[in-house]
């Protein structure tokens, strides 16, 4: 199921349903049976309330077993979020790194002739395209400073344990670029994906990366920010 579809599902539950019902334990267990093929259920019903006891090898473990219907998708990303990334990409730079890349179909979108690619997961998924690829997690990242012209990270950063540590690692190794997608997605404890951040409106996005010049526009149900990461309030 694409993600323009879930979107659309996901929009006519949190919007329409009565949060009494949206967010009702017994409601939302056959959704999440469903979407977690029948295992351990109860570790992705808790996961809002467990995972910040996690220790990184816990949360590396989770994303490396967890078994769902979002993962054997194609991407996370809506059709129309891509060409919107894909007209704006800085044309001056060569190199690009995807944190969180996956299993590369967005590494796969990109001209190849043009860019210099590479990929970072805290697992190797890559199966649309062939390039460079690094282990890593976003929080501590295995790159220099300014290591690539352009850093892109979709579908992650509502993941992650540490926003503003994983901010800091996507300001740091970038150069020229940073391009970020995050659903834009209201708060539910019963969510069916794994998320702990939430974004419904711009603002804690944009205040979490802190930057002067930036443009944040909500695509088909999901914030695109793109900022220039030598553009700190300090700068």
Same mark, same amino acid.
């Not at 997605?185 to 794994?194: G, I, P, V």
């Not at 526009?217 to 700190?232: H, L, M, Y």
């Given at each position: 199921?694409?993600?323009?579809?879930?979107?659309?599902?996901?929009?006519?539950?949190?919007?329409?349903?009565?949060?009494?019902?949206?967010?009702?334990?017994?409601?939302?267990?056959?959704?999440?049976?469903?979407?977690?093929?029948?295992? &351990?259920?109860?570790?992705?019903? &808790?996961?809002?309330?467990?995972?910040?006891?996690?220790?990184?090898?816990?949360?590396?473990?989770?994303?490396?077993?967890?078994?769902?219907?979002?993962?054997?998708?194609?991407?996370?990303?809506?059709?129309?979020?891509?060409?919107?990334?894909?007209?704006?990409?800085?044309?001056?730079?060569?190199?690009?790194?995807?944190?969180?890349?996956?299993?590369?179909?967005?590494?796969?979108?990109?001209?190849?002739?043009?860019?210099?690619?590479?990929?970072?997961?805290?697992?190797?998924?890559?199966?649309?395209?062939?390039?460079?690829?690094?282990?890593?997690?976003?929080?501590?990242?295995?790159?220099?400073?300014?290591?690539?012209?352009? =850093?892109?990270?979709?579908?992650?950063?509502?993941?992650?344990?540490?926003?503003?540590?994983?901010?800091?690692?996507?300001?740091?190794?970038?150069?020229?670029?940073? =391009?970020? =997608?995050?659903?834009?997605?209201?708060?539910?404890?019963?969510?069916?994906?794994?998320?702990?951040?939430?974004?419904?409106?711009?603002?804690?996005?944009?205040?979490?990366?802190?930057?002067?010049?930036?443009?944040?526009?909500?695509?088909?149900?999901?914030?695109?920010?793109?900022?220039?990461?030598?553009?700190?309030?300090?700068?």
């Amino acid at each position: 199921m694409n993600r323009t579809i879930t979107n659309a599902i996901r929009f006519v539950m949190d919007e329409f349903l009565p949060p009494v019902i949206r967010d009702n334990r017994i409601f939302m267990y056959p959704f999440f049976y469903l979407a977690f093929k029948g295992k &351990n259920i109860k570790r992705a019903m &808790n996961l809002k309330s467990e995972i910040w006891d996690y220790t990184e090898e816990d949360y590396i473990k989770l994303y490396q077993e967890q078994e769902s219907i979002s993962r054997s998708r194609v991407t996370d990303l809506n059709e129309k979020s891509i060409k919107f990334m894909l007209e704006r990409l800085d044309p001056g730079s060569k190199t690009i790194l995807d944190v969180g890349c996956g299993n590369g179909y967005w590494l796969s979108r990109l001209d190849q002739s043009k860019y210099d690619i590479a990929g970072c997961d805290i697992k190797s998924n890559i199966r649309y395209t062939d390039c460079k690829f690094y282990e890593g997690h976003l929080e501590h990242l295995p790159f220099e400073d300014n290591a690539f012209d352009i =850093v892109t990270c979709h579908h992650t950063l509502e993941h992650v344990i540490h926003p503003q540590k994983a901010v800091a690692e996507l300001k740091r190794v970038a150069k020229n670029q940073i =391009v970020v =997608v995050v659903p834009k997605q209201r708060y539910f404890y019963y969510t069916l994906d794994e998320h702990v951040n939430f974004f419904p409106i711009s603002g804690p996005l944009v205040k979490l990366f802190d930057l002067k010049e930036y443009s944040c526009d909500n695509v088909w149900g999901d914030w695109v920010f793109i900022g220039n990461p030598s553009s700190g309030q300090d700068a």
